[in-house]
């Protein structure tokens, strides 16, 4: 069983940054990879990055690239989202998700993730 906790949410400036942790436990090998969504309010939750723990591959939603870094840390079992000049439109709630897939790139679609955590909070003030 696959189990994904989320930190490092908070309230930063407009222009800031934060790195937001994923942690897995259970198996987390193999064809996984881990997404980042969020969720603004009123909004459905969105694709925001994911890794392919097969060979690290990326990929981005638009509204990020040149702005945010996924990646990972094997041994420990945790994926990192580094988020720089962050904006008020970033706002939401964070989640990363596990998505078992052999496609040659992995979802931003929140339907192709099949474990999820919590969710951490990023607030972004103008």
């Known amino acids: 069983q696959v189990q994904l906790v989320e930190s490092g949410g908070a309230l930063v400036q407009s222009g800031g940054s934060l790195r937001l942790s994923c942690t897995a436990s259970g198996f987390i090998y193999g064809f996984y990879s881990i997404g980042w969504f969020r969720r603004a309010p009123g909004k459905e939750r969105e694709g925001v990055s994911c890794i392919r723990n097969a060979d690290a591959d990326q990929n981005y939603a638009d509204s990020v690239k040149g702005r945010f870094t996924i990646s990972r840390d094997k041994d420990k079992k945790t994926w990192y989202l580094e988020m720089n000049n962050l904006k008020p439109e970033d706002i939401g709630v964070y989640y990363c998700?596990?998505?078992?897939?052999?496609?040659?790139?992995?979802?931003?679609?929140?339907?192709?993730?099949?474990?999820w955590g919590q969710g951490t909070q990023v607030t972004v003030s103008s």
């Open positions: 998700g596990a998505e078992w897939t052999t496609a040659a790139k992995c979802s931003l679609h929140r339907s192709d993730y099949d474990h």
